[in-house]
Structures are given as structure tokens and as C-alpha cells.
């Protein structure tokens, strides 16, 4: 009772400063406020957790600062307020560090019930190992032997160049949408192991309800069990170099029935995908298919029109390496990176690595013009 | 004025020309230096800063490459930390600590000029790194490997730069704890001591303490990078996380550091304007020391989410929250100075009691965050970028400003422009907090930081953050108004300056003689600092 009445007034206060700060669209700010409840067990205790730490500070900072602003308005010069001169007193100072302390045993315990509960990793049904790469994610099922990268989605891609003349506002899910998503079953307790393959990124969907580093040579163990079926938005969230900010992650939680199907399917592309590395392709089918791969893997460096950025990013257009004739310093360089340039040979396949590369040979007064196979690729590895 | 002042008079020939500076061995010159350094860097930090949110006042890219939006965000951080927060509370120290213990000068001249003029040279080696292949350090100012191991040209600038701050900040916590512990007037006890000086004190051996640490994880990032080392990586036996524990045992004391000097000065101006003695002065000392002796034990609350053991999360949570308890010690008593007292509100007043208000509200959003469950969420959002732009902006730049205005009629013998002061504290604490509170919210909902870009139902708020940051950047060209105006001329002000102010300082001329207290002035209860 006095605990409902508590918070109906400390909403009523966040409402009323929140007013003030703005008149405007106030509907607008007012969904873009507080951390999300989520639909995992964790992120409902986190969430609750947050809650109750939020209003104890609240209430600490209202007692604190009326006593404060009191005895600004009062013991002040102008109203012939004159010093008194104590300057110690054992009962106030053992009163305010032993509240203080009780204040936070009080707080520590739920704490600790709920960090003891975050990191039981134990029985998982399903294993999802998730591998953070500059500048996107890599999703193996181990149980079902599905592997793929997920990427920025391309509309969000092209509006986030530089003066794109794209306005974000009209382009869906703007940079919180991927080409693929991860599919997990809802009511399955999940096993998720971050790793990474470069530098240390962190895997993050705020709905359910935590945050893990992916670091390189390393495996964090995670858990998670989605409630309600959906689609749930989240970012990499560690600083990992310069498209950081457009490595999204998209969780798409369904029925178990459904994710049995979406598993037959994935299972079908990746042996698809597996058969078209070992044959012959014509250079239209190179140039088109390395259009997309280059979108999705070269041009956040080097720039859609492979024009680089200087003092970054070499440009590819009427680069030396690019325009000579013997490509096999090319797919050395692809196929094991340099510098910042990341080793693309456990990325990319054969095939897409032999579409980009016919693509950029190509592309924008290169003087090659030559067609490089998958299996050109395939003998350097 | 005493005898001594008015034989240090006769004597008061200053050095003339650049030589004046450049070779000084006076603490009060050396002191400018270090202000005025401090400034022209909080500006060039500042600058970065009026980038950043230029680039965030609306989604999309507007102004700049991402990677260069990263070298924003990280030179951002390394110049005002190094650049403006550590100089400015060292030119306080060397200002003050001398004419508060009734010293003649630091007690290692010579290192002091050296210890000020590597600074310049440390920041043309960082901020030339702008000019080289490669870029500035974009991988955050915490230099994470494997990322900043990416970076071109610049690393070995980086890293020796951190040097060089490393070595400065050594040498004056030396210089200081040695003129402390040797120099003191005679009757100027441990107990007597302003207690600006106990914070420096702390601070220094704090510095001591952590700055080796700092030199040896930069250290080891350099032969990882160029002398086939493999500390931070994985592939050869090493591990990019112990880099993070090397960083943040360094980095968590140099909050401290950085905080510790403004509290000091907060604890000698609630004082002087409430016309009461500090409120628990002895606790007072024993909470700063605690709270230093507990900063080596929480380093790990920066890096909950890298994966530790459930036994090490629990300690770094209870250890965490435990800083809590002194840190509310020192509010409270700040709290019971000003309690029946009998206040006037000048401007470094009324930068103090923000630094109450404002610092308060950073340490409650750092209680939330020290739960280790719920930082999970908080971890590497915006909501972090809030707490510790609370903590250091109102809190610890507050606290120095209002050590500025404090100070400033006793160093330039001019009262500065009251008004205008005024107007500076109120347009600063009015965008500093249209700057700095949304980012709780859309750090909540899930706006991750160092971002150059976001999605678009973080716009209206960040279009509101910009135009605070806008404000309060330009808020800040008042305050150097306000100094050249007080530095060229006004009010005379009396030695004593404030009605209120005890202590040696207040007994010497404004502004003090070139040299002062060359013959010790003898202190009593009633003359120390109550």
C-alpha cells in the first residue's frame, strides 16, 4: 500500500521534470526513457532489480537535497542567519555511515540472487556460438551444423554513407536491421558463447537482458530463454574500429514448430552454397554476384566506389595491387589481411571471394578487366 | 600583514621575458603555467567534444568519417583527462600548497619546471598524430587491445605520450608529497593541514601508485604491436582481458585522482561562505583515504561484461558499493558545514554547492551501476557516458572553477566581475544539465556510446543533448572573459579577500609577493585552517 503510493509519486515527479524539460511531442520522448522490462526470466529480474535501485536513489536524492535546498533558504547571510560554530557531533556521523550500510546489504541481496541466477549456463537445450567480426556477425547452431554471417541490411547500408541524401527517418529499422536473422526457438533454454575473430566486440539485445564481450581467442558462456515469440533489436555494443556503430543484431524468437522448418531450409541453402564453389562461372555471374558481396564486405572501408578514404583506407581504384595482372598477391592479401585490413579466408568463400575480386578488376576504369575463378582462389589457400 | 610579507617585499624582483617562464623554478609561475595550459586544452578537448555532438544533432553522417568520429571521441578523453582535469588540479596544488603550509616554495623547484614543460611536448606528440597515415587513436582513450593495435602511424606517438603524462604526474606527486611532508611552517600539523592539502596528498600517492601501472600496460602494448610480444593475444599464449585489468587498476584510482583536488577545494570554499569550520574535519581525512584505498579494489566494475568468475563479480559488486559509504560521509559533512551557518553566495559558492548537487546525482547513478547484474544492461551505453560526464564535468570541473573564482582575487589583487561570474555559473549548471541527464534515458533504452550514428528513435533527445552541449561550450568562453578582465584590472581586493576565509594564504598580500613566507610564519589552533 505505502509501496504503490511511493511510486504512483515518484512516477508523478519523473512525469512533471520531464515537462518541463519539454512541451513538445511529448509522447515521443516519453517511449524512449527507461531500460525495457524484456521477455527473457533475466531480463524481467534485471528490470525489477533497476526499478527498485532507481526509486531507493530517488528517495536518497530527495531527502539529501530538500535538506540541502532547506537549509540553503534558511541559514543564509541575507535572512540574519548567524554561524554557529560545532563543527563535530559522534551521533550524526555514526548515524550517516551505518544507514548508508544498511541501505546497501538491503540492496546487495537481491543483487546477488539475481547475478547467481544470470550465471547458471547449465542444461542448455541448443548451443548458438556468436563470432564478432569487423564489422558484422557470424552465427554457428552447433547442434544443426548452420553457419552464416549477418550483415547490416542494404537500405540501411546505403543512407548511412556520408551525405547519402537519404533521410534515416524513411528507411525501415534504421541501422537495427540485418540481411540475416538470428532464428531461435521461444521456452528453450539456450546456450550463447561470444567469441570474436579480430578485436573484442560485445553482443547486445537489451530484451533479453544482457550484455557479453565476444574477445578474440576466448569463449564467454551466456544463457537465454525467450518467453514470447518476436523480433528483438540489439548492437554491438564494445567499441571494435570505425563501423561500430552498424554491426546490428536482430533475434527473431518463434514457435519450436517454426524453427524446425527455418533449420530444414537453412540446411538446403548451405549445401547449395557449398556445390557452387567448385565449379565453373561466367564473369556475368561473378560480376553480379560480386556486386553484392563487395557491397557487403569491401565498401564500409573501401567506399562503393572503391575510391577509399584517404589516409585510412587505400582506394582501389588504379591501385597497383588491384590492376596487376598476376592476382596472386591480391588473394594472398584477401585471403590473410593486413594491418586493419581483416583475413577474410574464414569470411568469405571461394566463390564470393572470386565474385568481389572480378568485380573490383573490373569496376571503375580498372584496367584488368579479367575474370578470376573460385578455383584461382581455392589453390592459394 | 606579517613582518615576514613585508621583508619578502623588498626583495620581490621577478625574472622578465620568455625566460621568466620558460626556465621558472617558482611555484606561482609554475602554478599559472599549468592553469593556463589546462585551459587552452580544456578548450581544444572541448572542441572535439562541439564535433561529436554536431555529428549526433540528427541521424545519418553529416560532418565526418566514422573512423574519424572515433578519433573525436578518443582524443576527446585523453586531452581533458591529461590535457585539462590533472593539470588544472596540479597548478591548483602548486598555487596554493605552498602559501597554505607557510612553505617558501615547492620543495623541488627545478623538477617542477620540468614536470610542467614535458607537458607540451607530450600533447604535439599526441595531437600529431592527427597528421599521419593512419589517423589519431580511434580505439577509445582505455586503448583496448586487439583494436588500438590497428592503429597506423600514430601508436608509438600514443604510447609515448602516455609516457611522457606518466612521468609529469610522477613528478609532481613527488615534488608535492615531498614539500608536504618537509615544509610545513612550524605548529602546522598533519591535523592542521587545509584540507586541499590532504586531498593533494592522497592524490599524489595515488598518482605514485597508478601511473607506473598505466606505463607498463602501454609498454606492453608497444613490444605486442612492434617486438613480436604476445601479452594481449590469445594466439600466442596471451589475453586481451589482462590488458583491461592493467588499465582499469590504473584507471579506477585515476578517478580518484582526477576527483580528489576538487573535493579539496569544495572543502575549503563551503567553509569560508558559510562563516563555519568545516563540519568533521578528521573524518573528513579518513574518508578520502579510505575512498583512495578502496579505488585499487573496484577496477573491475569497468569490464563486468568481459566474463569473470561468479566469485569475482560478487567482490567487485560488494567492494563497489562499499565506496558508497565514505563518499556519503564526505556529502553529509559538506552538508553540515553549510547547516546553520550563516551563507552568502558568491560564484565559488555557488560552484560548490553544484558540485553537491550535480556530483551527488553521478554517485547515485554509480551506485546503480556498480550492481553487476544490472550493469549488464548499463554496461557500454549512453548511460555510462551520463554517470561519468556527471561525475566529472559538475562535479570535478565545477569544483575546479570554483577554485578559480575563489582563488583569483588572491593571485591577481583584483576582485573579478561578480555579475558575470554569476551568469557563468548559471548558464554552465542549465546546459551542463540539458547536456548530460537525457543520456540516462536514451542510454536506458538502449543507445550504445561511441556511436558516430543511431537509429532514429534516439534523435529527439540527442538533437536536445547537441544544443545543451552547444550551450554550455560556448558558456565557457565567459569564464575566460572573466579572467582576463580580473587579471587586467578591478575592485582591489583586501588580503583577506573573503569574509569568511581562515588560513595562511588569506595572511599574505593580494596578490602575494613573488616570494612569500621565506621566513616561516608560526601557526596556532587559531590561525590553522579553523
Known sequence: MFVNKFKQIMFAISVFSLMFISEMALADYMNVLNLTKGVTPTSKMVYGLHMQILYIVTAIGVVVFSVMCWSIYHHRKSKGAVAEQFHHSTSAEITWTVIPIIILVVMAIPATKALVFMEQTGDAEMTVKVTGYQWKWKYDYLDEGISFFSSLSQDSNEARQRNSGIDPETVENYLMDVDNRVVLPINTKIRILTTAADVIHDWWVPALGWKRDAIPGFINDNWTYIEEPGVYRGKCAELCGRDHGFMPIVVEAVPKAEYAVWVEEQKAIQLAAAAGADREWTKDELLEKGKDVYATNCAACHMAEGQGVEGLFPALVGSAIVNNPDASEMIMLILNGKNMMPAFKDILNDADISAAMTHERNSWGNTVKDVIQPSDVKAMR | ?530
Not at chain 2, 90 to 106: F, H, K, R, S, T
Not at chain 2, 216 to 222: A, D, H, I
Request: charged fraction near 10%.
Open chain 2, 1 to 530: 600583514m606579517s613582518e615576514a610579507v613585508l621583508h619578502d617585499d623588498h626583495h620581490d624582483h621577478k625574472p622578465t621575458g620568455i625566460g621568466r617562464w620558460l626556465f621558472s623554478t617558482n611555484h606561482k609561475d609554475i602554478g599559472t603555467m599549468y592553469l593556463v595550459f589546462a585551459l587552452i586544452m580544456f578548450f581544444v578537448g572541448g572542441a572535439m567534444s562541439m564535433v561529436i555532438r554536431a555529428e549526433l544533432f540528427q541521424p545519418g553522417l553529416q560532418y565526418v568519417d566514422p573512423q574519424f568520429y572515433n578519433s573525436m571521441v578518443t582524443v576527446h578523453a585523453l586531452v581533458m583527462i591529461f590535457g585539462a582535469l590533472m593539470p588544472a588540479g596540479v597548478g591548483l596544488a602548486n598555487w596554493m600548497i605552498p602559501i597554505m603550509i607557510g612553505a617558501p616554495d615547492m620543495a623541488l623547484p627545478r623538477m617542477n619546471n620540468m614536470s610542467f614543460w614535458i607537458l607540451p611536448f607530450a600533447f604535439t606528440l599526441l595531437l600529431s598524430t592527427f597528421f599521419m597515415q593512419g589517423g589519431a587513436p580511434a580505439g577509445g582513450w582505455t586503448m583496448y587491445p586487439p583494436l588500438v593495435l590497428q592503429l597506423g602511424d600514430g601508436f608509438p606517438y600514443l604510447v609515448f605520450a602516455v609516457h611522457f603524462l606518466g612521468i609529469s604526474s610522477i613528478m609532481g606527486a613527488i615534488n608535492i608529497i615531498a614539500t608536504v611532508f618537509n615544509m610545513r611552517a612550524p605548529g602546522m600539523t598533519f591535523m592542521r593541514l587545509p584540507l586541499f592539502v590532504w586531498t593533494w596528498i592522497i592524490t599524489a600517492f595515488l598518482l605514485i601508485a597508478a601511473m607506473p601501472v598505466l606505463a607498463g600496460g602501454v609498454t606492453m602494448l608497444l613490444t605486442d604491436k612492434y617486438f613480436g610480444t604476445a601479452f594481449f593475444d590469445a594466439a600466442g599464449g596471451g589475453d586481451p582481458v589482462m590488458f583491461q585489468h592493467i588499465f582499469w587498476f590504473f584507471g579506477h584510482p585515476e578517478v580518484y585522482i582526477l576527483v580528489l583536488p576538487s573535493f579539496g577545494v569544495i572543502s575549503q570554499i563551503i567553509p569560508t561562505f558559510s562563516r563555519k569550520p568545516l563540519f568533521g574535519y578528521t573524518s573528513m581525512v579518513y574518508a578520502t583515504a579510505s575512498i583512495a584505498f578502496l579505488s585499487f579494489f573496484v577496477w573491475a566494475h569497468h569490464m563486468f561484461t568481459v566474463g569473470m568468475p561468479l566469485a569475482g563479480e560478487l567482490f567487485f559488486m560488494y567492494a563497489t558499493m562499499s565506496i558508497a559509504v565514505p563518499t556519503g560521509v564526505k556529502i553529509f559533512n559538506w552538508m553540515a558545514t553549510m547547516w546553520r551557518g550563516s551563507m552568502t553566495f558568491e560564484t565559488p559558492m555557488l560552484f560548490a554547492i553544484g558540485v553537491l548537487f550535480m556530483f551527488s546525482i553521478g554517485g547515485f547513478s554509480g551506485l546503480m551501476m556498480g550492481i553487476t547484474p544490472v550493469d549488464f544492461q548499463y554496461h557500454d551505453t549512453y548511460f555510462i557516458v551520463a554517470h561519468f560526464h556527471y561525475v566529472i564535468v559538475p562535479g570535478i570541473i565545477f569544483g575546479i572553477i570554483g577554485g578559480i573564482y575563489f582563488w583569483l582575487p588572491k593571485w591577481t589583487g583584483n576582485m573579478y566581475d561578480e555579475k558575470l561570474g554569476k551568469l557563468h555559473f548559471w548558464l554552465s549548471t542549465i546546459s551542463v544539465n540539458v547536456l548530460f541527464f537525457p543520456m540516462h534515458f536514451i542510454g536506458l533504452a538502449g543507445m550504445p556510446r561511441r556511436i558516430p550514428d543511431y537509429s532514429v528513435q534516439f534523435a529527439d533527445w540527442n538533437n536536445i543533448i547537441s544544443i545543451g552541449g552547444f550551450a554550455f561550450g560556448l558558456s565557457q568562453l565567459l569564464l575566460v572573459w572573466v579572467v582576463i578582465k580580473c587579471v587586467r584590472g578591478g575592485e582591489k581586493a583586501t588580503d583577506q579577500v573573503w569574509e569568511g576565509a581562515h588560513g595562511l594564504e588569506w595572511t599574505l598580500s593580494s596578490p602575494p609577493p613573488f616570494h612569500s613566507f621565506t621566513t616561516p610564519p608560526k601557526v596556532t589552533d587559531a590561525t590553522a585552517h579553523s
